[in-house]
């Protein structure tokens, strides 16, 4: 493998992510930058491309911090480096992988050595040696939210602070910091997305001889990674000579009142809450100058800042794409730029106006309203549809079905309909899987944690990272005659000491399985029922789950979306879903089996929590019933938690759906019971079910 890295100019396109990295290049203050796109789009060669352009730093010698020998960092953990050595080094790229550890990150102290010896054996982690470098996180949406946290706290404050029963380390981590993340795999939630200071969304180019350029540059670094960067050694020394200019020019670039204003009007303008997004807006403008050789920013650098600062601070909900209205940007911009003074008329000494007394000048008056949304109310049943809610029967259908009425086809059920758009999303109840897991930090079922509350000590489990001291103490004291104690100090062995467990909350897997047949097709039915789904996707956003769906209708179950974190897709899946056709239920259960058989392998730590979306009806032949029947019992055989929503409709109800949930071993929720608001009736519920299976 090359150590030739690829040249940062012999990128091609991509204008807008190259702009951002090399803002934060001359800049990191303006807070780094995540880069949004679907894989194979350089993401990751471009932010390795960058870090050779970085100035070499002088570094302390001996200091595993890299402090400024010209100013060395007070709280350094290596002293205070009076001796005045240090050497010169390019600075860091610190790749962080996906699967790493809070230690790792922030570094680890050994408490064993702490209490027993009283040294402070601190081991820097990953952020001491990002200091004055480059730190990149590859799939950063797929990062547990806490670590997340962390780096950004990290990256905001520009100190990296270790805590560990009393003992304490500190030292400086300043760093450009850069994320990557493909869409299609989860989102990062809002909170944390803004502490972003700029995003960049990218996409491969569809013009064929761009294409073409790209794959002809990567083919000939490939064939000689020395001889292809020689080719662009010019071009990539013009550029770090221009990151070191604008660096030296930023302090001397004025952010004069009108462009502050302006960034505030757009800040206001997009109701981006809290300040954040107006400090980013300023930094990055003035930076914008700095690289643009300007001493003063201008219009077109705060438009271009509000270009990269914004788009991401607009969500609002987890089913909200990022995004920017140019036209709504351009007329604040216009609205609230510098106006030239007019001249003084020497006929008019109080400078007044033409005496129309409006007072603004603008010459706008009301604005007259919009149309009075008259029209018709949509409260009226579709053509075709029942009193009840139900799909009315067709004679184009065929001749009545003499089965019973359980496995008897609900009419429509052999034509397939345009989907249907969901109903207002609504907060739902909590639905939690029994027992104490072990899975990912989240927020829905009890589990053992690396947070929360501690319950209780035992031996440690490897390396000790969260000493439980009162445990520690309470095994050491009955030995320390033995070990000959003779001081105040307690003698510890390795054996005496105690790690804390501590009792939090998972994330769980939450599979839905959802009857898009014709017994669903009714529209105002499929729209409640859509809305209802499309509220657990948003509660299993909020509680860091992965969401999986299936879909079962006409011949067989379609798994729709494979276990994703990503919520949005799983959201635009179901608004995509037509109905239509038969009720293949068994078949939707076993394919949820096989799903869930596959995943327990891939990661046997997440628990699911399965949630059948039905009114309980089969069809598909005599036995359909009983085919269900028994695989919702070969689910239930492996211990799984689920809940069936029971979207039965009418007056005549038959009951089926609950049927199920009890061959489940789980409740039955029907669509008005979904909501919150009777949370109390939910948890009794669940408790009686619990029960039951317990003196079964």
């Not at 909900?317 to 036209?327: H, I, K, M, S, V």
């Not at 949630?611 to 036995?623: E, I, K, L, N, Y």
Request: net charge negative; hydrophobic share 40%; glycine share 12%.
């Amino acid at each position: 493998m090359t150590d030739v890295r690829y040249p940062f100019t012999a990128i091609v396109g991509m204008a807008d992510l190259r702009l951002g990295l090399l803002l934060n290049a001359v800049s990191p203050a303006v807070g780094g930058v995540l880069v949004r796109g679907e894989k194979g789009t350089a993401k990751s060669t471009m932010v390795r491309a960058l870090a050779g352009l970085l100035p070499s730093i002088a570094e302390a010698g001996g200091c595993r911090f890299a402090c400024d020998p010209a100013a060395p960092d007070p709280h350094c953990p290596d002293g205070a480096h009076t001796d005045g050595s240090a050497h010169t080094r390019p600075a860091h790229l610190v790749e962080l992988p996906v699967g790493v550890t809070e230690d790792r990150i922030v570094g680890s102290l050994d408490l064993e050595r702490a209490l027993a010896d009283g040294v402070k054996a601190y081991e820097p982690g990953l952020l001491a040696r990002a200091h004055r470098g480059v730190l990149y996180i590859d799939e950063v949406n797929l990062l547990q939210d806490h670590l997340v946290d962390l780096l950004l706290d990290a990256a905001a404050m520009g100190r990296s602070y270790v805590e560990r029963e009393g003992v304490s380390v500190r030292h400086a981590a300043r760093f450009l910091l850069v994320g990557t993340m493909n869409p299609e795999e989860g989102e990062l939630r809002p909170q944390l997305l803004d502490r972003f200071g700029l995003t960049v969304e990218i996409a491969a180019t569809r013009e064929p001889a761009e294409r073409a350029e790209v794959v002809r540059r990567r083919l000939a670094y490939d064939a000689d990674p020395a001889g292809f960067a020689a080719r662009f050694a010019a071009d990539e020394e013009a550029l770090a000579d221009r990151i070191t200019g604008a660096r030296e020019l930023l302090p001397q670039v004025e952010l004069t009142d009108a462009a502050l204003r302006q960034i505030t009007a757009v800040c206001a303008a997009f109701e981006v809450d809290g300040l954040r997004a107006d400090i980013v807006m300023a930094r990055a403008a003035v930076a914008l100058a700095a690289w643009a050789g300007r001493t003063r920013v201008e219009e077109e650098d705060v438009r271009k800042a509000a270009q990269l600062a914004l788009p991401h601070r607009r969500r609002r909900n987890p089913f909200d794409a990022p995004g920017l209205d140019e036209e709504q940007l351009d007329r604040t911009l216009e609205e609230h730029a510098e106006q030239p003074e007019p001249p003084e008329d020497p006929q008019r000494p109080d400078g007044g106006g033409d005496g129309d007394g409006d007072g603004d000048g603008d010459g706008d008056g009301p604005d007259g309203g919009g149309p009075d949304g008259g029209g018709p109310d949509g409260g009226a049943p579709a053509p075709g549809d029942a009193p009840d809610g139900t799909a009315a029967s067709d004679p184009a259908d065929g001749p009545p079905d003499t089965a019973p009425p359980a496995q008897r086809p609900a009419p429509g059920a052999g034509r397939e309909s345009a989907p249907v758009a969901a109903a207002e999303p609504y907060r739902t109840r909590l639905f939690k899987v029994p027992g104490t897991g072990r899975g990912a930090q989240g927020r829905r079922s009890p589990a053992e944690t690396d947070g929360g509350t501690t319950v209780r000590a035992r031996r440690p489990r490897g390396h000790l990272s969260r000493l439980h001291l009162t445990a520690t103490l309470q095994a050491a004291a009955p030995h320390q005659h033995a070990r000959g104690r003779s001081g105040r100090a307690l003698v510890l062995a390795k054996d005496d000491f105690r790690e804390q467990v501590r009792r939090g909350r998972e994330s769980n897997l939450v599979l839905f399985v959802v009857d898009a047949s014709g017994s669903m097709a009714a529209r105002q039915r499929m729209g409640a029922v859509k809305g209802a789904v499309m509220s657990l996707l948003m509660d299993a956003y909020q509680r860091r789950d992965k969401i999986g769906l299936i879909t079962f209708r006409g011949a067989g179950a379609e798994l729709a979306l494979p276990p994703t974190s990503s919520v949005e897709v799983g959201a635009a899946r179901l608004e995509q879903l037509p109905t239509g056709g038969r009720t293949p239920l068994a078949a939707g259960l076993l394919r949820a089996h096989e799903v869930l058989r596959v995943e327990r392998m891939r990661d046997p730590d997440r628990r699911p929590l399965l949630v059948v979306v039905t009114d309980g009806r089969a069809t598909g032949g005599r036995t359909a019933l009983a085919d269900a029947d028994r695989a919702a019992g070969l689910l239930a055989g492996q211990g799984l938690a689920s809940v069936v929503i029971d979207c039965e409709a009418g007056h005549v109800r038959l009951g089926l759906a609950h049927t199920l949930a009890a061959r489940l071993g789980g409740p039955a929720v029907t669509l008005d019971e979904l909501r919150a608001e009777g949370v109390a009736a939910l948890v009794r519920d669940h408790r009686s079910a619990h029960l039951l299976r317990k003196a079964a």
